[in-house]
């Protein structure tokens, strides 16, 4: 149940970045379009800001300020990930290790989708 709950999160997490990014996919500049091989790559578009942020009137200073933490925190918050997705492996190693031989074969046939009479 755990591990639905965790794919659920996960797949809503995904689908709510996608959507931040969605807006902004089309605000490709004349200059961005235009770059030829062997040229600087384009900068890439600033974060979007959190919701409704746009609609406080943020001064230059304001959403530069904001922006910064933004990225900063992404690059936490994805080191993090990585460092579940590890451990979580992990956790797999060591609940398997606790499975016999004809359970762990089982456990690899149900994960595969498989019933119990194929």
């Given at each position: 149940?755990?591990?639905?709950?965790?794919?659920?999160?996960?797949?809503?997490?995904?689908?709510?970045?996608?959507?931040?990014?969605?807006?902004?996919?089309?605000?490709?500049?004349?200059?961005?379009?235009?770059?030829?091989?062997?040229?600087?790559?384009?900068?890439?578009?600033?974060?979007?800001?959190?919701?409704?942020?746009?609609?406080?009137?943020?001064?230059?200073?304001?959403?530069?300020?904001?922006?910064?933490?933004?990225?900063?925190?992404?690059?936490?918050?994805?080191?993090?990930?990585?460092?579940?997705?590890?451990?979580?492996?992990?956790?797999?190693q060591?609940?398997?290790?606790?499975?016999?031989?004809?359970?762990?074969?089982?456990?690899?046939?149900?994960r595969?989708?498989?019933k119990?009479?194929?």
């Amino acid at each position: 149940m755990l591990r639905v709950r965790l794919c659920v999160l996960a797949l809503l997490s995904g689908l709510a970045v996608a959507g931040l990014f969605a807006g902004h996919a089309d605000e490709a500049t004349d200059k961005d379009k235009g770059a030829k091989k062997g040229e600087e790559k384009p900068k890439k578009p600033p974060l979007p800001l959190p919701r409704y942020f746009e609609q406080l009137g943020l001064r230059q200073d304001q959403e530069r300020a904001i922006r910064k933490a933004q990225a900063s925190y992404r690059a936490k918050i994805d080191e993090l990930r990585k460092r579940i997705e590890k451990l979580r492996a992990e956790e797999r190693q060591a609940t398997e290790k606790v499975l016999t031989a004809e359970q762990l074969k089982r456990l690899r046939e149900l994960r595969a989708g498989k019933k119990p009479n194929d």
